[in-house]
């Protein structure tokens, strides 16, 4: 059974930083493009960021561009979201998912996502 879990998040002052991990297990992880979502309250799921199964090729969100960096480590089974210069709407729960058919090109809809984490509480506060 596919197994993802996050980590990293935490309240936080705008304008500072986190990184989120999500560890993920009993699957061939290297085989897979991921993602990043995020969810607030009382707001659909959005697509955050995603990477390639390589980890050569990653598409943003334009609300986070510049700002956010999604990245992987193969050898350790994980990927990672680095957010800086956080701003309060950037509050809300963060998913990391895989998609569902493995490789080729990063996709953004959750549909296209068929396993994810339990999610992690990002909090920033003006």
């Known amino acids: 059974q596919v197994q993802l879990v996050e980590s990293g998040g935490g309240l936080v002052q705008a304008g500072g930083s986190l990184r989120l991990s999500c560890a993920a297990s009993e699957f061939s992880f290297k085989t897979y493009n991921m993602g990043w979502f995020r969810q607030a309250p009382g707001k659909e799921r959005e697509f955050v960021a995603g990477i390639s199964w390589r980890g050569t090729s990653t598409y943003y969100a334009d609300s986070v561009k510049g700002r956010f960096s999604i990245s992987r480590d193969n050898a350790k089974n994980t990927t990672y979201l680095q957010m800086n210069s956080l701003k309060p709407d950037d509050t809300a729960v963060y998913f990391c998912?895989?998609?569902?058919?493995?490789?080729?090109?990063?996709?953004?809809?959750?549909?296209?996502?068929?396993?994810w984490g339990q999610g992690t509480q990002v909090t920033v506060v003006s």
């Open positions: 998912a895989r998609d569902q058919t493995g490789a080729g090109i990063i996709r953004r809809r959750t549909s296209d996502f068929g396993s």
